[in-house]
């Protein structure tokens, strides 16, 4: 089965989970999974720009749905917190009215000019985690290189470790299949040495990876301007959004211990709370939870799912608003905890 079509399996199997999760929770079944409180993911905000091939959509949700999010919380009883609140709220008794914190990894200039007014429309606070190197424009983002780069190439030549090898791009099953070689080279290879062999890769074919960084995420003034508004709060993301897990310790302190510097150069505010890039258990292990913690973080949070317990300060679950599954039926199929126990977590 080859990318595209597994990727495609696997969005169906979802919605079809969302859907009958959907389905129990307006039946009144399966009230005690809802917990405390949920904590959602979201990384793009902003008006959809339809492409035929899109290996980051799940990444992007539109304003409209994000007002679509809040009014349904809002509705069925959610009051809205900023993140260093979590554990606090975790620690009360139970009983009260359920909360939702709002989380944006990477810095994206759409997180301030469109995710910013709908926040303000239902005063929900949000936590946006900065990546040094992305918003000095240092560093790349591969994803978005690489769905650029396939977008317009009809073949490249690339050495994945076995020589030179032929790439055709000519359709979106070849450009998914491609994608995943690449994102499977960055992960099992030195990431950094992987990622600067395809920013090669992208120059040679008249793409400037950094160019597409500086377009995309939030410079120092912008990050300011943000700070300053009393419902945005900014966390760590690291320098070169790695994985810290695949580092050595003392290159992973560094990459949080600076992350966290830089923010409060840009803030004035010691950040409080750090996104493992990736958040994944391969990429976020509990040593890197104790290197948060020594770091004095008082949250850390990862991208995997699961509603927030006491326990997990240092390795927080969150629930990802998906550009997939962008219905309001399914919001209440997320914050009810359902689909979770249905995949037995």
Request: hydrophobic letters at 45%.
């Amino acid at each position: 089965m080859t990318g595209l079509l597994k990727r495609l399996a696997k969005r169906a199997a979802i919605g079809a989970g969302l859907e009958l999760s959907w389905l129990i929770a307006a039946a009144g079944l399966m009230r005690q999974a809802r917990g405390r409180g949920v904590v959602f993911t979201l990384h793009h905000v902003r008006p959809h720009v339809p492409e035929a091939f899109e290996p980051n959509a799940h990444l992007e949700i539109t304003p409209g749905f994000l007002d679509t999010v809040l009014r349904r919380l809002k509705r069925e009883g959610y009051r809205f917190v900023r993140l260093d609140q979590v554990p606090a709220l975790l620690a009360e008794p139970e009983g009260g009215k359920p909360f939702a914190a709002f989380t944006l990894d990477d810095g994206y200039i759409n997180n301030l000019e469109h995710a910013l007014p709908v926040f303000e429309q239902h005063r929900a606070p949000f936590t946006v985690f900065v990546a040094k190197g992305f918003a000095e424009g240092s560093h790349s983002i591969w994803w978005e290189t690489l769905a650029i780069l396939l977008r317009r190439s009809g073949e490249l030549r690339f050495d994945f470790g076995r020589g030179s090898e032929r790439l055709a791009l000519d359709d979106p099953q070849q450009q998914w299949d491609a994608f995943d070689r690449f994102a499977a080279f960055i992960h099992r290879s030195d990431e950094a040495r992987a990622v600067a062999a395809i920013d090669m890769l992208a120059r040679e074919n008249g793409i400037e990876p950094t160019d597409i960084t500086r377009a995309l995420v939030m410079e120092p003034g912008q990050l300011q301007r943000l700070a300053t508004h009393p419902l945005a709060t900014l966390g760590a993301h690291t320098i070169s959004h790695r994985a810290l897990a695949r580092l050595p310790e003392a290159e992973a302190r560094i990459e949080m211990q600076v992350s966290a510097d830089y923010v409060e150069a840009v803030t004035g505010l010691r950040p409080k709370t750090i996104a493992y890039p990736y958040g994944t258990p391969e990429a976020a292990t509990s040593r890197e939870a104790a290197i948060a913690r020594n770091l004095g973080f008082e949250l850390a949070v990862t991208t995997q799912p699961g509603l927030p317990a006491a326990a997990q300060t240092g390795y927080l679950s969150r629930i990802s608003l998906n550009g997939f599954y962008q219905k309001r039926r399914y919001v209440s199929a997320l914050a009810s905890g359902i689909p979770l126990k249905l995949m037995g977590k």
